[in-house]
């Protein structure tokens, strides 16, 4: 990566000013299973919410969020969970309603959603998405609902009472836990951004990482991916080295409602590094739940 496109991604991923735009979002249009270029989204499709993963704020997923935007999704929430921050009793629960409470308006519209979550986030979505199905919403005579999941890299645990964390290899000596909160230290530069992310972007990254709750991290599930409902994609990431691919292939392996399975080349933070492709297979994924089970604005 050149330096001059490196400072444009740090500028996307950090900057605060809310009218900046890029050239890639601005041009960018949609490239569906077959490569052939298609015309953007119409109004009726799918909206999109990201869910991030521990330590980060939904800010890391400004890259693709500008160019899925650009595409004709609308709209695009970025979930902000209160497990990162300093509040050490912030629960897995309190993240999951974090994400309800983000959908309920669009919802009660009768938006639907394709709801993607990354790394640890994978967890709280599938708490949040019980009785958040649009299947579940409409036998309550309920408008919207998520009509898929995508599980980028996620780590969710199989049954209820277990954590986030427990599905993941022992010996991943990245975070140091005090007072309730957990840290993510040097050893996670490689690991969270490895290897295919420039020194100069990572270190922006990482210094943009915030403590997250030990509780949220390590406390029990009142979910398990045995109870999920709602159709399941999952984006594995070839040459992550938080989640292996070893561990992501026995996570993939108790998704009870899981549709398919796409590879993306990059790292543990593919949806930067390999955006582009990130953002092929979300309108991929896209089209598919689109042409599967149709949408209702």
């Known amino acids: 990566m050149t330096r001059s496109a490196t400072k444009l991604l740090v500028g996307v991923l950090f900057a605060r000013i809310q009218d900046v735009q890029?050239?890639?979002?601005?041009t960018f249009r949609?490239?569906?299973?077959?490569?052939?270029?298609?015309?953007?989204?119409?109004?009726?499709?799918?909206?999109v919410v990201f869910v991030h993963g521990g330590f980060h704020k939904s800010s890391c997923f400004d890259l693709a969020k500008a160019q899925l935007e650009?595409?004709?999704?609308?709209?695009?929430?970025?979930?902000?969970?209160?497990?990162?921050?300093?509040?050490?009793?912030?629960?897995?629960?309190?993240?999951?309603?974090?994400?309800?409470?983000?959908?309920?308006?669009?919802?009660?519209?009768?938006?639907?959603?394709?709801?993607?979550a990354h790394s640890y986030g994978g967890t709280p979505l599938t708490i949040a998405s019980k009785g958040y199905s649009v299947a579940e919403?409409?036998?309550?005579?309920?408008?919207?609902?998520?009509?898929a999941v995508v599980y980028v890299t996620a780590n969710m645990p199989?049954?209820?009472?277990?954590?986030?964390?427990?599905?993941?290899?022992?010996?991943?000596?990245?975070?140091?836990?005090?007072?309730?909160?957990?840290?993510?230290n040097s050893k996670a530069k490689s690991a969270f951004y490895g290897p295919d992310m420039s020194d100069e972007l990572a270190d922006?990254?990482?210094?943009?990482?915030l403590p997250q709750s030990q509780e949220a991290l390590f406390g029990g599930a009142s979910v398990g991916l045995d109870e999920?409902?709602?159709?399941?994609?999952?984006?594995?990431?070839?040459?992550?080295?938080?989640?292996?691919?070893t561990t992501q292939e026995q996570i993939i392996a108790t998704i009870p409602t899981l549709k398919r399975v796409l590879r993306n080349p990059g790292g543990h933070s593919a949806f930067i590094t390999e955006v582009d492709k990130f953002v092929e297979q979300?309108?991929?994924?896209?089209?598919?739940?689109?042409?599967?089970?149709?949408v209702k604005a």
Do not use: W
């Open 70 to 116: 650009a595409a004709g999704f609308s709209p695009i929430i970025g979930v902000d969970l209160p497990s990162v921050g300093n509040d050490p009793k912030v629960t897995l629960d309190d993240d999951a309603r974090k994400i309800q409470t983000d959908l309920d308006s669009y919802l009660d519209e009768g938006k639907e959603f394709l709801a993607l």
């Open 282 to 294: 979300v309108t991929e994924i896209a089209d598919e739940v689109e042409r599967d089970g149709g």
């Open 22 to 26: 890029f050239e890639s979002a601005s």
């Open 158 to 184: 199989p049954k209820k009472g277990a954590s986030a964390l427990s599905v993941l290899p022992p010996g991943l000596d990245i975070v140091d836990v005090a007072d309730g909160l957990v840290t993510a």
């Open 204 to 209: 922006k990254c990482m210094a943009a990482l």
């Open 30 to 47: 949609r490239t569906g299973c077959r490569g052939a270029q298609q015309e953007d989204r119409d109004v009726e499709s799918l909206g």
């Open 137 to 147: 919403r409409a036998a309550q005579s309920k408008k919207g609902g998520i009509r």
């Open 228 to 245: 999920l409902t709602v159709p399941a994609y999952y984006i594995f990431c070839e040459k992550d080295q938080t989640i292996p691919p």
